[in-house]
């Protein structure tokens, strides 16, 4: 165990699932206190009972789509730790489809998880660090917002995350003179439940990168010198996942 983040605050949201997780088990390795958010409170419990089950982790059923939710988990968090230091905003769903036959009910919660949560929740917890004089906003984005045109079969998921990259930077250079770091992490594919429909299209299992590669990647961006912020950064697979492109750069209309 180090003490990077001893007494650091982290709120991290989608904390049961793939990144998440790993991004939770590495801040309590660094003796962070912890506000775990996910829809899943048995799962949150359940990585609580694993690390230990100390009184520095606090569970919170939440949400991400629901505002009076999020205003609740900060006000959790706030409750019981007195402030936030750290929100890690890492919920989040995916859905692959040619565009034409996108269910209708994705595009609404591909918008109001993958990029709503992520603006509402760092208005909710920004005045907070504006008083503290110092905070860190930390979004899990993606590697596909480096892919112009976004990629087909992706582009509600993409350009969710191409908007949210937007307002990660402009968050950062409206905030930095009250101390607060804003971070985008762009993480290609990762081995999550998130990708394990991948399969269908010829995934090749030891190309995936692990969550902890994005964890300790989340880890560096926290533990920089206080005046100097990774603004963006990108984790991308070393080899590309697929066995055969399905991602090309250049997309020419595909053939009927
Ligand atoms: N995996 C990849 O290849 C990849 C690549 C680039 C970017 N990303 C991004 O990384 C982030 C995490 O993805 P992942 O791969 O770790 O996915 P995952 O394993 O499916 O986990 C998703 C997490 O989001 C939470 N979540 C989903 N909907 C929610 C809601 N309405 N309210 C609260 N929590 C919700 C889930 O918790 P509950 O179900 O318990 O609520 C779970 O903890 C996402 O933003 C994703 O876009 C992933």
């Known amino acids: 165990m180090n003490n990077l983040l001893e007494g650091k605050v982290c709120v991290v949201t989608g904390a049961s699932g793939g990144i ?17 958010a996910a829809r899943k409170m048995e799962v949150l419990e359940e990585i609580k009972q694993s690390l230990g089950s ?12 629901k505002q009076d939710d999020l205003a609740n988990l900060v006000a959790a968090a706030v409750s019981k730790f007195k402030k936030i230091d750290v929100l890690i905003n890492g919920a ?11 269910p209708l009910p994705d595009i609404e919660k591909l918008m109001f998880t993958n990029y709503f949560s ?15 004089g ?5 979004n899990i984005t993606s590697g596909s917002v480096m892919v112009d045109p976004p990629p087909r079969n992706f582009i509600v998921y993409t350009s969710l995350k191409v908007a949210l990259r937007a307002f990660a930077k402009g968050l950062f250079w409206e905030m930095r ?15 999550t439940p998130l990708t394990g429909k991948l399969k269908e299209v010829s995934v090749d299992e030891d190309r995936l990168m692990s969550s902890d590669s994005v964890a300790d990647t989340v880890m560096f961006a926290l533990t920089q010198a206080s005046n100097a912020c990774p603004l963006e950064l990108a984790v991308i ?11 090309p750069f250049k997309q020419d209309h595909p053939k009927q």
């Not at 003179?177 to 081995?191: M, N």
């Not at 070393?238 to 055969?244: A, V």
């Open 20 to 36: 998440g997780k790993s991004i939770v088990g590495k801040l309590a390795a660094n003796g962070a206190c912890l506000v775990l």
């Open 134 to 138: 110092c905070g860190h906003i930390v």
């Open 177 to 191: 003179d009250f101390g607060i770091k804003v971070t985008s992490i762009f993480p290609g594919v990762t081995k």
């Open 92 to 102: 989040g769903v995916s859905s692959q489809y040619p565009f034409w036959t996108q």
């Open 118 to 132: 992520y603006v509402m929740l760092s208005r909710l917890v920004v005045n907070g660090m504006k008083e503290n």
């Open 54 to 65: 100390n009184d520095n982790i606090l569970c919170v059923k939440c949400d991400v789509t």
């Open 237 to 247: 697979n070393q080899q590309t996942p697929w066995t055969k492109p399905v991602i």
